[in-house]
DNA sequence: ATAATAGTGTCTCTAAGACATTATATT
DNA sequence: AATATAATGTCTTAGAGACACTATTAT
């Protein structure tokens, strides 16, 4: 039997097969803290518990394509930072069968999220805080994630601060333009402690990747600071 | 219809399903390049051709469990490093039917892989260069893995270059006493580009992490240096 | 003795933190 | 004028690279 003959005859049903899904985590940030997009449950299992959006995935996409599927109809999202995280494929991790969860992972800045209607209760922004990594509810409530979403998050939040200094992430949550004084912000709370304004400042410039707008931002009662943008593929 | 109910009467075979495997990107030090271990395809698509040793998963391992046992059975290796690396889904990867495979990233000194007997041809240990990431046998002939091998090979040593300055992978690829020579030496290897000593001891030594044994190593025709180990987790 | 590496000391350069000073917008 | 932040300069400290020097082993 040559190869060819031996695909035509393969049988894809004869071993049981595990399903496989895509959990999605969109990172934010908010009134100085990190914020996760949760959508109610509308199915069992856990059904009216808020949940990382998700999806499983067809046979005849591709997991990045179904991400982005998630990211567009559970999020409603512009192109952004997006990108595969880490695959949990503990047997009992979903009640109803065996799932294999590849969660993907992405930034967007808060203005970006504006449009979500919150009275439809579809998407719920939490803060986070560090240690442990914990959820909670814009009341101060902790929330105990379904299925092994909690990890997840925690997973993508380690992943967030290990690039934070070799990488674009900052600016995936930033609005294209922006003054260093944000920058230095959305540093602030992604490592969870001040840093020094002049070294922060060097740094960033000195890196060749900023270039200055021209313009000044406007509405603070202090002097403006200038506006950045990224510059584009280096 | 409540939650238990819901999972009781759940259909799991509703949908199409794609297969999952685990393959495995061992990786180790020898003569002064990196290596990586193929096996020889005994089955349909790629027959004889060298391949990473991989495994569909089966519905009672975890993904971890079934990476570990795909490094017992094809490589009959102690326990050692090994994390999850990546997971690759693109449509059409295998010509057999859909297959996700997430890859795992494994880690060995090269004295561990002594036993494995080359005349079963079982194991082909070949160069790796870099600017490319290419695969090469042992005669310098450049190899062409089948299905996405080359790219899982590529990530691989990707995140090895990355992990190599706050992670314990240099660790994971020398016998548990080594000196400090050959340590650089595995730094060297894995950047490909020399480095200064003195600062590579100041370094090393500043981490803490190491501790020195009071033996020296022998056999060598120029003095011998301290064998150190690491510091069991501080 | 010779060869080859081990291990250390010195000098320089770069980057970052701490701190202070001026500059400039809104109110 | 008062206020809050922008933007920059100075000083110090830490770490790494370059280079050189001595120390120690096998042959």
Redesign the interface.
Known sequence: ?N?SD??AS?D?SA??????TVDLVLLTIRDRSLQVLLVERTE????HQFALPGS?????????EAAQRVLRDKAGMPPTFLE?L??F???KRD????V?S?AYFALLPHSALGHIDPDHRDLATVNFTDGGAGVFTNDGVRLTLPFDHGQIVATAVDRLRAKLDWSDVAFALLPQEFTLRELQEVHEVILGRPLNKPAFRTRMLGTGRLEPTGRQESGHRFRPAELYRLKVTQ
């Open positions: 039997m190869e031996f695909i393969y894809p071993f049981e097969r595990p399903s496989v069992h299992p856990f059904i499983f995935v067809p046979m005849d996409e591709t997991l990045d595969q880490y695959t494929g503990d047997v009640p109803r069968m065996r294999i590849v």
